[in-house]
């Protein structure tokens, strides 16, 4: 199949909007009101609690390591279509991190983590909607559905349940709560955004 440039500029757009999305929510909401996060920046969260690490460097490297993992499990062109989230995603989250105007948007922790979950939700939808990939937590599904036929959503809903599960440890009850709600949020919004056009939801 001949390599549609123009079709990948528009993708890669729509990823890097997505992207920035998403690293908007995590970066302004999840982290400074303390939830539990989803995805490969609940390991960033772990990382920065027991070692000091920068959230948005350690997404970044393991980002990295997963886009590997995905290039030679399942060759150039699945590379290509996750390249463009593994770099961007960890970016966009140090760039709102850095800018102190936009920590703690909100003063109540509630209406963060349902903003949290409207704007992450949103742009999880618009990734997943164009057939890209945000490079991260989704990685290893996809590598077993491709080899071994295993459903996809299963698979990510199982990762995001342990991430969840060992940052409970560093976590307060408001963090928990407030996440578990974020997740709930995102899950609900990245669906309707999925289907918004194919007759699969109501007004």
């Known amino acids: 199949m001949k390599f549609n440039f123009r079709k990948f500029l528009i993708q890669a757009a729509q990823i890097t909007v997505g992207n920035a999305l998403s690293a908007f929510a995590i970066a302004c909401f999840v982290l ?36 590997i993992l995905g290039w030679v499990c399942l060759g150039n062109r699945f590379a290509l279509s996750i390249l463009v989230g593994s770099l961007t995603f960890p970016l966009f989250l ?24 409207i704007v ?9 909607r164009c057939g890209g990939s945000t490079g991260g937590i989704d990685v290893p599904p996809i590598i077993l559905n491709r080899k071994f036929g295993v459903k996809v959503a299963p ?45 699969g939801m109501q007004m």
């Open 32 to 67: 400074p009101y303390g939830m539990v996060a989803s995805g490969i920046s609940g390991f960033g969260r772990m990382a920065h609690y027991y070692f000091g690490f920068g959230v948005s460097g350690t997404v970044l490297v393991i980002n990295v390591a997963l886009f």
């Open 94 to 117: 140090d760039l709102f991190q850095n800018i102190a105007a936009l920590q703690h948007l909100v003063d109540d922790p509630l209406l963060a983590a349902i903003c949290a979950g």
């Open 120 to 128: 992450d939700g949103l742009g999880l939808g618009i990734i997943i």
């Open 155 to 199: 698979l990510m809903y199982m990762f995001d349940m342990l991430i969840f599960l060992i940052q409970l440890p560093i976590t307060k009850t408001n963090g928990i709560i407030l996440g578990l709600l974020y997740a709930i949020i995102y899950s609900i919004v990245m669906n309707r955004v999925i289907v918004m056009d194919q007759g």
